[in-house]
């Protein structure tokens, strides 16, 4: 009994596999023999492609040159119709076409010799190539004897019986290259037409073949579907129930009789059926309390809005929907190199990409990390903005106290300084009140500036081309920065009209330039570039720049460098352009000057924009 348990499956692999090598060989000889005469085929094909089918347009354009060469000469004359200088020049064109034409044909016989390696083929491309040569020499003898007729021929009047023998023997020499050039002709095409014969041939004998061939692989071929069907018939039974067991069906079971190859296999999976049933029943219940806790606990980190990744050996590897949306990262990147840097603890207001983050990080797993953020960035700039306006809130109202009592005095006192000053004739006394006059108007100014500091400003948009309203600005302060020394000059794009504060983006034009000219520039250039909702206007000088102090404090109120002013115009600026949605930055390098920019919300007309103006 052993030994048929041992035997049997000998028995039925070895007549699979017998009948297999057969039909194998014969479906491996139908496909040997088929591709060498398809490459044999192919072969002679590349080589009427790529030689006897260009060299056969070569000499038909021979022998088209030769006939047209030969009508010309017919209707010479050495007293006309046609002079024979003119006839000189057109067979000195025809030698160069059949000198081209030969240079052709060697190029395409060499082409055609590269591609083949046909012993047959290359010996008719050798004499194709003797041809060739054949025609140059004829060429060559027909152009002596053409320049020994011209010679005859010149200088009239010549001897008749010798011009005669001069016609003679270059007729004999042109009837001869014609004849070579037809030749060569001839054997391209013959060359062809047994090249044709030959595939025909081949084609019919791979053909003729290749039904054979197939007709006995064909009958193998039912051969071994019968040989296995009748030995593995059993396995329909058998693959019937693994698809329902891969279904979770594990009541089926394989009955089988026998002891080859398949009843063992039967009795295997009969016995795995019940070991996976078992497994499979555990594995459920399992799976369903893991499934109920993990998409609990991804709820929980999925609605977190805090940012918050598993790092491991410097990968990603979980992240909830915020994390991705603030670092830009999905599971298996590398973590951001700011990020890996970050010692465990808590760490606030850490710069990355233009924005601050609130990060903590924790110790995760084995040898992990779990990292959580928070983009504060919005956060501290709204803080910063609402101490900054309850700053200047509170010293506007103070201000506003202070101008209100100071400012009525001013205006009696500026009053009588200018009657007392109509009424005094005294040049030395009229001097004083000129200057006591001048003193209270500048007081006048800063407590004006003072109650714009106080006063919150709502936004008046006006219909106005930007880049006109910069124009309009440098050509206003044009004669105050000729006599400074300062050289203005503004470019930038036209997006053409929109609804925007133009009064707004006058003062602060005015404010910044100003500032500039003060701090010692000389040079000034002011950029408009439109937006999709806005506009951005950048003043350029070329001043002494700011260090980071400095720069740090410029928008502050009462913060200036200069003996006479207030330190109010760029604070008042800003605060005036943020309570309209605009906004003024600056940036400065020391030596280097300074770069203020600003934007102003804008709603454009629906025209078309004017292209670039400058």
Known sequence: MAREEGSAPHGIRNRVLAVFAVSLFFFVGVLLYGIAQLRAIGDSLVVVSV????????????????????????????????????YRESAKLYETTIRDGLAEARSILDTAAKSTASAEELAAIARMNQQVDTIDAASERYREGFEAWFAVNETPPTDAAQATAA????????????????????????????????????????????????????????????????????????TE???????????????????????????????????????????????????????????????????????????????????????????????????????????????????????????????????????????????????????????????AQITHEVRNPLNAISLNAELLAEEVEDGESSAMLSVLTSEIRRLEGVTARYLDLARRRQSEPT??????????????????????????????????????????????????????????AHKIHVTVEPRADLVLVSVTDDGPGMDAIQLARIFEPFYTTKAKGTGLGLAISRQELEDIGGSLVCESVPGHGSTFRVTLPVAWHPLEATGDRA
């Open 51 to 86: 030689g006897y089918q260009p060299l056969s347009g070569v000499a038909a354009n021979l022998q088209a040159v030769v006939g047209s060469n030969d009508r010309g000469f017919d209707r010479v004359t050495p007293a006309g119709p046609r002079p024979l200088e003119g």
């Open 167 to 238: 016609r003679a023997e270059m007729d004999r020499r042109r009837g001869e290259l014609r004849n070579e050039i037809s030749e060569l002709g001839g054997l391209v095409d013959g060359r062809i037409q047994a090249v044709f014969e030959q595939t025909l041939r081949a084609q019919s004998r791979a053909l003729l073949m290749s039904l054979a061939l197939a007709v006995v692989a064909i009958f193998m071929s039912g051969l071994l579907a019968g040989v296995a069907f009748s030995a593995l018939r059993p396995i329909g039974l058998l």
């Open 241 to 399: 129930q693994v698809q329902r067991l891969a279904k979770g069906d594990y009541a089926g079971r394989v009955d089988v009789s026998g002891s080859d190859e398949v009843a063992v296999l039967a009795r295997e999976f009969n016995a795995m059926a019940d070991a996976v049933s078992e497994r499979d029943r555990r594995l459920h219940e399992r799976a369903e309390a893991l499934d109920r806790l993990s998409h609990r606990l991804r709820q929980v980190i999925d609605s977190i809005r805090a940012g918050l990744l598993v790092v491991e050996r410097g990968r990603v590897a979980t992240l909830n929907p915020a994390a991705a949306a603030l670092w830009g990262i999905k599971e298996g990147d590398d973590v951001p190199q700011w990020l890996g840097e970050l010692t465990l603890g808590r760490h606030e207001a850490v710069a990355a990409s233009g924005r601050q983050f609130d990060v903590a990080v924790v110790p995760f797993g084995d040898g992990g990390e779990l990292i959580v953020g928070d983009d504060v960035t919005d956060r501290l700039l709204d803080r910063e903005r609402l101490a900054r306006s309850e700053r200047l809130a509170l010293v506007g109202q103070m201000l």
């Open 463 to 520: 219909s106005e081309d930007p880049l006109d309203i910069v124009r309009e600005g440098a050509q206003v302060e044009r004669e105050a920065l000729r006599r400074a020394s300062v050289e203005l000059t503004v470019s930038g794009t036209s997006k053409g009209v929109g609804e925007l504060d133009g009064e707004a983006l006058r003062r602060v034009l005015r404010n910044v330039v100003r500032n500039a000219v003060e701090a010692g």
